[in-house]
């Protein structure tokens, strides 16, 4: 007598076939929409300011002389290519080593704020007195101090980026999650152990919020250290072009800072990515 039995269809069926070729499509296909996304979204977004400034200049809704259009800011930077590019150059190198410097008296600031509480009470409200002076009262003092050039101008930069690396250097070294905490004493890890292969990489992403909040600040504290005792440099342009009404040149300057600035953050983005590949894994997929 033959024995039957009923195959359970969800264990007994075979997977489709191509399903795996599918899913591969799929997954391809997320990745260019996700890099079509990345690509173009940020272009619609100028668009749409450059249609909004073009249109507040056409109805004059500002002064032409404030605001000049779009199209008189690009014939400025057309009719003066070299001399834009020399000064955008000088504020780059500006902006590059100031934001180095802060970045590690900051995380070495940072650390030591970390490492013990009374040290922690005893500098904070000085750190926090320091970061809230209006920088740009310091400026004159800055020139007579330290002279016209590059001193003044990268003191500037430090002392506005400076803040938030320390900040979020202390706080990631300082809230290192319960679960690593608990394995590094499992292992009874010395602290140098316990700094090197937990805290310190559990702190990493808080420390790219800093540096990433602090890159903006750098050209902004260029920008300003030229106002006050620059020889070059973009601000140094804008300072002497709005000095002679020539505003729509003193925009392009302001563009070009702009610009600078945004190739700056989107190049700490990818270097964050690069070092800390297992952030996006472990968090949100947005």
């Known amino acids: 007598m033959t024995d039957v039995r009923s195959a359970d269809p ?29 690509a173009l979204l940020p272009a619609a977004g100028l668009l749409v300011a450059l249609a909004a400034w073009w249109l507040i200049a056409r109805l004059e809704l500002v002064h032409p002389a404030a605001l000049p259009p779009p199209g008189d800011v690009l014939a400025a930077f057309v009719d003066k290519p070299a001399q834009m590019l020399e000064h955008t150059w000088d504020t780059l190198l500006e902006i590059l080593t100031g934001f180095a410097l802060s970045a590690a008296a900051g995380v070495l600031i940072g650390l030591s704020l970390a490492s013990s509480r009374t040290v922690e009470r005893m500098f904070t409200p000085l750190l926090v007195a320091v970061n809230a002076v209006p920088k740009i009262t310091l400026g004159p003092l800055l020139v007579v101090a330290l002279g016209w050039g590059q ?9 506005l980026c400076f803040f938030p690396i320390v900040l979020s250097t202390a706080t990631g070294l300082t809230t290192t999650p319960a679960d690593l905490a608990e394995l590094v004493r499992s292992w009874n890890a010395s602290r140098w152990q316990a700094f090197r292969k937990v805290r310190f990489p ?31 440099g973009l601000g140094y342009l804008i300072l002497q072009y709005a000095g002679v009404g020539d505003t729509a040149t003193a925009w392009a300057a302001i563009m070009l800072v702009a610009l600078v600035s945004i190739l700056l953050y989107s190049a700490l983005l990818l270097i964050e990515r690069i070092a800390l590949p297992w952030v996006k894994e472990t968090t949100s997929s947005r």
């Open 151 to 159: 001193k003044p101008i990268l003191t500037m930069v430090f002392l």
């Open 202 to 232: 559990a702190a990493l992403p808080q420390i790219f919020v800093g540096l990433k909040v602090a890159m903006p600040l750098a050209a902004i504290g260029a920008v300003i250290g030229e106002f006050q005792a620059g020889e070059s």
């Open 10 to 38: 969800a264990v007994a069926a075979p997977p489709p076939a191509g399903n795996g070729r599918e899913s591969g499509r799929a997954g391809r296909g997320a990745g260019l929409r996700a890099g079509a996304g990345a």
